[in-house]
């Protein structure tokens, strides 16, 4: 049942999602164009590949309660709000920043680059402490 291993491939496109993007921030920060081009590109698909199977995962499993007691509740509730919100702001974001990378207007591109990026990349990593939280640490 491929289920139940979804949440563990979420976890893994995050993670890689995040070594891509930070290696891209990398290569363009060492003006590697060409290098940082290939490292978004893979990036955006990886995050894609990660929305199909999280939609997926949700369509079929719906709302999985967290199993956590007392104050870390307000913590994971917290971290998860945070990813959420930021989440719905990171995929118009990255829509944009890749479409302007795409038009060539770098100019641009860099300016909105600049918020795109920490959010993309916070979204990747809460996702994966929501995950290690919520599947490996406070468990039923």
């Not at 139940?4 to 921030?25: C, D, E, K, R, V």
């Not at 917290?78 to 920043?97: Q, W």
């Amino acid at each position: 049942d491929i289920i139940s291993y979804i949440p563990h491939i979420l976890a893994i496109l995050n993670t890689l999602s995040a070594i891509l993007i930070s290696m891209g921030y990398i290569q363009i920060r060492k003006k590697n164009k060409t290098t940082h081009k290939k490292l978004m590109i893979s990036a955006l698909l990886v995050s894609t590949l990660f929305m199909i199977f999280y939609l997926y995962y949700h369509a079929n499993v719906g709302f999985i309660p967290f199993a956590g007691q007392g104050n870390i509740r307000y913590l994971y509730f917290s971290l998860l709000s945070s990813h959420i919100m930021l989440a719905a702001i990171a995929f118009p974001l990255v829509l944009i920043t890749a479409g302007l990378a795409i038009r060539h207007k770098f100019n641009i591109h860099k300016r909105v680059a600049h918020w795109t990026l920490p959010i993309w990349l916070y979204v990747s990593v809460s996702g994966v402490i929501i995950y290690i939280m919520s599947f490996h640490i406070y468990t039923n």
